[in-house]
């Protein structure tokens, strides 16, 4: 909070200078006022409309309020821009399942991995939801992958555990 009120001011005394809405925007989402993010990072993009990271930052703070339309078409410019950005993908994944539209979800984590095969929380979601699907070989196949790109995040071994377990693979499980 102190941290936001001293970007307050220093709008108040500058506030010509764009840098300081898009620090007080990530200020605001550390104190989960995403309304209050939106309107700096709108700001920020009002004066900088290619700035990738304010649009970026908007459309999680959408998200978060709810506003998937919103967020999606957020999400959609940035990838128009920079279809690269990797993250996008899985934030426009993450909206497509909010809106209960599995299969286009589940879609752009599939063009996400087309483009950079390396992204462990693709795969990581991948194998959670083949998990969901009672899928455990693919489940298996797919956090496996995640873990060798990412060894250190635990919940993707306990994930494969549930995964090799379902297989009545109980060593493997164990082992997790």
């Not at 286009?104 to 462990?120: F, I, Q, S, Y």
């Not at 298996?140 to 995640?146: E, K, V």
């Amino acid at each position: 909070p102190g941290a936001e009120e001293d970007c307050t001011r220093a709008i108040d005394m500058h506030p010509y200078i764009t840098e300081i809405y898009g620090l007080r925007g990530l200020c605001r989402i550390h104190n989960s006022n995403y309304q209050g993010a939106i309107d700096d990072y709108s700001r920020v993009l009002s004066d900088e409309p290619s700035n990738q990271g304010a649009r970026y930052n908007r459309a999680l703070c959408l998200l978060e309020l709810k506003q998937f339309d919103d967020a999606d078409n957020d999400l959609t410019e940035i990838l128009k821009r920079s279809p690269r950005h990797y993250k996008a993908y899985m934030v426009k994944a993450q909206v497509c399942f909010e809106k209960k539209d599995t299969l286009e979800g589940l879609r752009w984590v599939d063009t996400l991995l087309t483009l950079n095969p390396n992204e462990a929380s693709a795969w990581a979601f991948k194998g959670r939801y083949a998990v969901q699907k009672d899928n455990y070989a693919q489940a298996d196949s797919f956090l496996t992958r995640a873990i060798k790109l990412q060894p250190e995040l635990f919940e993707n071994y306990l994930a494969r555990a549930i995964a090799r377990n379902g297989m009545n693979r109980s060593s493997g499980a164990l082992a997790e």
